[in-house]
T-cell receptor, first 113, second 116 residues
Framework: GNSVTQMEGPVTLSEEAFLTINCTYTATGYPSLFWYVQYPGEGLQLLLKATKADDKGSNKGFEATYRKETTSFHLEKGSVQVSDSAVYFCALSALGSQGNLIFGKGTKLSVKP | GAGVSQSPSNKVTEKGKDVELRCDPISGHTALYWYRQSLGQGLEFLIYFQGNSAPDKSGLPSDRFSAERTGGSVSTLTIQRTQQEDSAVYLC??????????????FGPGTRLTVL
């Protein structure tokens, strides 16, 4: 079946450090891929998405590239800020599923000043 | 405009009781989704509505769980004879639906259910 595996946290970084959160998926066909973020005390928000191979999603300095050959969608940011502290979820929506999201377990990021 | 709202924000109940959780989607959004977020299982899809129909109920964990949507708007998730393992945060999301509009899902703040 379809599934998402992302690196377990927590991840603790200093401000301005480089961030990578790994995400790999298993799915038939070409799913759409997403990163969602949950800031402390807030609801889930879509951070970025990619709907086909080699697409790059980007938002707020975060980027992720849809890699079909490695079935990956790793999240990166060149210089993290304290305000980026949150839980990050990788997710997929299988072709024809009408949007039902399958999530990874989530990775908690803490950025220290 | 108003986002997705859910009520109650917190619900504490005793094992064996029934509970109803409510979701008000964004006006005009035809697609509505229920998810469950728990420590052990992470975020799980429960059910999807397009209008008032539920073409995908595959995520409902047991027949104690049911959901309905009326008027293409408000949805209610009902859990009968609650068990301790039902304790979780129940999230509702909505999207425009149809023709790619389903991809942008907006989530509500969730209802935290605690079963004693």
């Amino acid at each position: 079946g379809n599934s998402v595996t992302q690196m377990e946290g927590p991840v603790t970084l200093s401000e301005e450090a480089f961030l990578t959160i790994n995400c790999t998926y298993t799915a038939t066909g070409y799913p759409s891929l997403f990163w969602y973020v949950q800031y402390p005390g807030e609801g889930l928000q879509l951070l970025l998405k990619a709907t086909k191979a080699d697409d790059k999603g980007s938002n707020k300095g975060f980027e992720a590239t849809y890699r079909k050959e490695t079935t990956s969608f790793h999240l990166e940011k060149g210089s993290v800020q304290v305000s980026d502290s949150a839980v990050y979820f990788c997710a997929l929506s299988a072709l024809g599923s009408q949007g039902n999201l399958i999530f990874g377990k989530g990775t908690k990021l803490s950025v220290k000043p | 405009g108003a986002g997705v709202s859910q009520s109650p924000s917190n619900k504490v109940t005793e094992k064996g009781k029934d509970v109803e959780l409510r979701c008000d989607p964004i006006s005009g959004h035809t697609a509505l989704y229920w998810y469950r977020q728990s420590l052990g299982q992470g975020l799980e899809f429960l059910i999807y509505f397009q209008g008032n129909s539920a073409p995908d109920k595959s995520g409902l964990p047991s027949d104690r769980f049911s959901a309905e949507r009326t008027g293409g708007s408000v949805s209610t998730l009902t859990i009968q004879r609650t068990q301790q393992e039902d304790s979780a945060v129940y999230l509702c999301a909505s999207s425009l639906g149809g023709g790619g509009g389903w991809e942008m899902q907006y989530f509500g703040p969730g209802t935290r259910l605690t079963v004693l």
